[in-house]
C-alpha cells in the first residue's frame, strides 16, 4: 500500500526539516539548475526540428559527434 500524500506539502516539510536539522535536502540548487539545463536544452532541440544539444550549453553539438551516446560521453 502506498500512502497518498500532497506532494508540495511533502516536499514543503522535507524543505523546513533540512532548514530545522541542517540538512542537505533532496533536490539542492544544482540539481534545480541541471533540470532547467535539460528542460532548455530540450526546448532548443524541439525549436530546431529535433537538432542534438548539448545539455547545459543550448549551442551547437561539436562537429564529428554522431550519436546521443557520443554526445553524453564528450
Known sequence: HIQHQEPLR???SHF???IAEGK???TDGENGARIVSILEAAQTSLNDHGRLVPIGTNGPVPEGVDTEMELLNA
Do not use: A, T
Open 10 to 12: 511533502v516536499q514543503c
Open 16 to 18: 523546513l526539516d533540512c
Open 24 to 26: 542537505q535536502p533532496h
